[in-house]
């Protein structure tokens, strides 16, 4: 069930000739997976957006969706905090300038409409595919603990739990999960039950699936769960479905 | 399955003919080399086997009836050995498949690590032996040593590299100059090799299926492997997998470089080097990860000796007639994530008891320079008896004036047959400490020449005690 739902998002993508998923899509394919990811919508119109803001309910966040701008932050097209209909407008026309801006011929699919989320301590779980082993996951402590520190551990997938239990604790960060200076303990579990899905995922779509980004991952205290901040996910077309898919992409690609 | 890798492979260790494919009497050439290595062992009562020495020009070496060809070959021959040049090495293959030989190393360099032409050379060979069922060790390689059965294919002359003695340790190397080099260093430290195989370009034989056999090998008690690459990776981890639940596994990966970073596009790929993966498999499978060749050996020398009995928990004690030495390992404990015993009550009441009142009494335990053998055994009996702790390492300088040497050789080897808790031994010093620490490995306790390697070693068995337990959890 899970694996046919996640299949079409990529298939659709791959069949439209690129293999990076944007944010909306790489979302869809790990909600499928039961991961935890944001109560958000893509709106095409700003009639859309503007209803679906107020399903969520102000304040929202709005992020521009386009293959061709996978650094959003970059391209200015990532707007927060959106407290009315009329900020939201203001801001749909503003987003919508800063990406033709930034790549004039952008494929815009529309902008995603998303509740502000609590903060929570970030992580990141990664996936890469190895040459000799296979996919692999990573798990680390998100921002400057992955960029500078690069305080990240890897599992050969499909991973235990056990394995789970070990990454979460061996990284230098752990003490920062496990509640350092009086903070709470972050909730653990959740970390464990994303990593075990992402694992599950990737070890049933895995002549699918190339790389993958979860970054960043909000964590909350101790019951309280995480949420998927941002994803990213490089698809790759299977041996056998080359033929298939091949001729779509090579011509969309031309 | 199990049975058919232990059937592959038992001509390579324990053959009851083998055929030396370009033997020859000039002296010094690697096909005189390896034929020697086989007479001189047939002489000593060690090779029980028959050799057949194989070279169309020859009629007769050191009284050995040559074989011009192949097809000649009386047929209880189940072993070929190959060293003869790598362009005449496919034509060979096909006489050994008609002939019916299921086993082959071949010796001969100049194949896939030569390029493209080599390449094509090793898919053909592959070919031939994947259609007739043999298997097949190198090219490019020394092959195998065993000082049981006395197989040796080891071209390096016993006058230029010294043969280690029989031992429970396996050990594995893609790299033949490593091989060499680390079975004469073993011979020089007195470390015992069951069995060691260099299978060079590995275009068969690969670690998974030497995991299998020792799986089922009882004279192995550890195995060891030099890993530059692996070829298939899962294949890799199926059979760490299974042999890491039976025997402990001991891997040094050479190559630390990153070769992921240059072709990822994602931040995790950018990150996953070859090293992290390799981590990341190693913890996986249960294999202990050497940080070096010094490591290796240690790690190796402990479980041959103390694998039956493996640390319950993670809380060393350690006993120490110097103080500095004490403090080191203490260091040592910390820094590699060991905790350092809380001693019971019992235990320091009886050590105060029974000690001078300079001795101190606590972990560590401090005998001090005036110490004798008994006030270690005092020392070693409480330890061996407090609940609290759980791996007990003794550092012993042999140069303190009062210590009787052979009385605490004894003591040592004593408990460490009476306890189930494992006891390795430090003990720093020059050639007179060499000596006694040569016979306390003879009787069962591993001696270190530092506390930190000591502590070091210990943390091996904790670590691959506590995998066990994990995976017997699941």
């Known amino acids: ?254 | 399955m199990a049975e058919k890798i232990v059937e592959e492979l038992r001509p390579f260790f324990d053959p009851k003919a083998v055929a030396i494919i370009g033997a020859t009497d000039k002296k010094g050439k690697v096909g005189n080399v390896i034929f020697e290595n086989f007479r001189m062992n047939k002489e000593r009562g060690i090779f029980k086997g028959n050799i057949y020495p194989v070279n169309p020009k020859l009629d007769e070496i050191e009284g050995y009836k040559v074989y011009h060809s192949v097809k000649e070959l009386p047929d209880d021959t189940d072993l070929a050995v190959i060293a003869i040049p790598a362009k005449f090495v496919p034509a060979t293959m096909k006489d050994i498949a008609e002939k019916g030989i299921k086993a082959v190393v071949i010796i001969t360099g100049g194949f896939g690590e030569l390029g493209e032409e080599g390449k094509k050379m090793e898919r053909e060979i592959y070919e031939i032996a994947k259609a007739h069922g043999i298997r097949v060790i190198g090219p490019n390689c020394v092959g195998v040593y065993v000082p049981d059965t006395g197989v040796d294919t080891v071209f390096l002359p016993e006058e230029k590299m010294d043969r280690p003695k029989s031992g429970p340790i396996a050990f594995v190397s893609q790299s033949g100059a490593f091989a060499a080099a680390m079975l004469d260093w073993a011979a020089m430290a007195g470390i015992g090799i069951g069995k060691m195989v260099s299978y060079g370009n590995k275009i068969d034989v690969d670690d998974a299926d030497l995991m299998e056999y020792f799986i089922h090998d009882d004279e192995i008690k550890v195995a060891t492997f030099y890993i530059e690459g692996v070829k298939d990776g899962r294949k890799f981890m199926e059979a760490a997998k299974k042999i890491t639940k039976v025997k402990p596994v001991i891997a040094l990966k050479s190559g630390r470089t990153e070769y992921g970073a240059k072709a990822a596009s994602s931040h995790t790929g950018s990150l996953a080097g070859a090293d992290t993966i390799y981590d990341a498999v190693f913890k996986q499978t249960g294999i202990i990860r050497a940080e070096d060749f010094e490591h290796m050996f240690d790690l190796a020398k402990a479980f041959a000796a103390l694998g039956h009995k493996l640390p319950k928990g993670d809380r060393i004690g350690i006993i120490t007639d110097g103080g500095g030495a004490g403090v080191m390992a203490s260091d040592a404990v910390a820094k590699f994530g060991l905790k350092m015993a809380e001693l019971s009550e019992d235990t320091i009441k009886f050590l105060k008891e029974n000690f001078p009142p300079h001795a101190v009494a606590g972990n560590p335990t401090d005998v001090v320079g005036d110490t004798d053998a008994e006030r270690y055994r005092i020392a070693i009996e409480a330890f061996t008896k407090d609940p609290n702790v759980d791996a007990i390492v003794v550092i012993v300088l042999f140069q303190v004036p009062l210590l009787e040497e052979e009385k605490i050789i004894e003591i040592l080897a004593d408990y460490q047959k009476k306890t189930d808790k494992p006891i390795v031994a430090v003990a720093m010093g020059g050639r007179k400490t060499d000596r006694y620490a040569r016979m306390l490995e003879e009787k069962g306790v591993p001696v270190y020449p530092t506390p930190e390697r000591g502590v070091r070693a210990m943390e091996g068995l904790v670590r691959y005690a506590e995998y066990l337990r994990k995976v017997k959890e699941e």
């Open chain 1, 1 to 254: 069930m899970a694996k046919e739902e996640a299949l079409k998002v990529i298939e659709d993508v791959l069949k439209s000739g690129r293999t990076a998923l944007v944010e909306y899509e790489a979302k869809q394919v790990l909600k499928a997976y039961g991961l935890p990811v944001p109560d958000e919508k893509l709106a095409k119109t700003l009639d859309e957006a503007l209803k679906y803001a107020e399903e969520i309910g102000y304040p929202v966040a709005m992020k521009l969706m386009s293959p061709q701008i996978l650094h959003k932050s970059d391209a200015k097209v990532v707007m927060l905090n959106i407290k009315s209909p009329e900020e939201l407008k203001q801001k749909w026309e503003e987003i919508h300038e800063n990406a033709r801006k930034y790549r004039p011929d952008a494929e815009i699919l529309g902008v995603l409409i998303a509740p502000m989320l609590r903060p929570g301590r970030e992580i990141i779980i990664g996936v890469t595919e190895d040459p000799q082993f296979g996919h692999a996951i990573m798990f680390g402590l998100g921002g400057i603990f992955v960029e500078v520190l690069k305080d990240v551990t890897f599992r050969i997938i499909p991973i235990t739990e056990r394995d789970t239990r070990k990454m979460i604790t061996e990284i230098r960060g752990y003490p920062i999960l496990a509640g350092a200076r009086g903070e709470e303990p972050a909730d653990i579990d959740a970390i464990v039950d994303m990593l075990l899905k992402v694992s599950q995922l990737v070890d049933e779509l895995r002549d699918y699936i190339k790389e993958m980004d979860l970054n960043p991952v909000f964590v909350y205290e101790k019951g309280k769960g995480a949420v998927i901040v941002d994803a990213r996910i490089i698809a790759k077309i299977p041996e056998e479905k080359k033929e298939e898919i091949g001729v779509e992409y090579k011509e969309r690609c031309a």
